[in-house]
Structure formats: structure tokens, C-alpha cells
């Protein structure tokens, strides 16, 4: 049974960071292409970032370029997202997701983790 479970999320201040986890089960990670997304209430779910299978190739959308930095690490079947200099903007549900194309479209994945949330608050 193929699964993603998030993890990391918590309260930070702005200006802070925080380290998000995506564990993967019943597949290895490097044989499919990563997202991550978030959702904030009322708002429509946004691409973040993308990691390719080989790792080589990432992608990130412009609200969180040069801020966030995603990494894989494959002994541990475990995605990472690292968010710095955060914002209250970034409040959201932040989702990793499974599929085979690097892009910042939700239709582009399959298997989608359960969702960890983020609160970026003085």
C-alpha cells in the first residue's frame, strides 16, 4: 500500500524556520517525482515545490524561491521541505504528493500524504 505521511508542521514566528517531512511506504521515493503544496483557508491549493526522482532537478514557485529548499534523502525514503525566513503568508496545510511530471499543478500527482499545518504568527 503506497503511502505519504507529512510531518514538521507546528507555530513559529516570522522570520523563523521550519523543517517539513514526507515518508514515504509500499514505494521507494526516488522512483517518483515529489511535490509539495499548501492550502490556506479559503484559498485554492498552490504548488510550492517539486523534486525530481533522480533529485537533480527542483523547482520552486516564486512566493517561496530563495526561502524554502526542498531535499530527498533515499537511505531514509523521506522528502524534504526546509522553510526559512518565513512569513505570515505561508500559514497553510502543506501537503507532499507523489506523481511522475516536476510541476506546480495538483493534476500532475497521485498520492497525496495527509497534510501537516503551518502557522506563522508573532
Known amino acids: 500500500q503506497l503511502q505519504l505521511v507529512d510531518s514538521g508542521g507546528g507555530l513559529v514566528q516570522p522570520g523563523g524556520s521550519l523543517r517539513l517531512s514526507c515518508a514515504a511506504s509500499?514505494?521507494?521515493?526516488?522512483?517518483?517525482?515529489i511535490g509539495w503544496f499548501r492550502q490556506a483557508p479559503g484559498k485554492e491549493r498552490e504548488g510550492v515545490s517539486c523534486?525530481?526522482?533522480?533529485?537533480?532537478?527542483?523547482l520552486y514557485s516564486d512566493s517561496v524561491k530563495g526561502r524554502f529548499t526542498v531535499s530527498s534523502d533515499n537511505a531514509k525514503n523521506t522528502v524534504y521541505l526546509q522553510m526559512n525566513s518565513l512569513k505570515p503568508e505561508d500559514t497553510a496545510v502543506y501537503f507532499c504528493?507523489?506523481?511522475?511530471?516536476?510541476?506546480?499543478?495538483?493534476?500532475?500527482?497521485?498520492?497525496w500524504g495527509q497534510g501537516t499545518s503551518v502557522t506563522v504568527s508573532s
Open positions: 504528493a507523489a506523481g511522475f511530471s516536476c510541476s506546480m499543478w495538483f493534476q500532475d500527482y497521485h498520492y
Open positions: 509500499g514505494f521507494t521515493l526516488n522512483s517518483y517525482v
Open positions: 523534486i525530481s526522482d533522480s533529485g537533480r532537478t527542483t
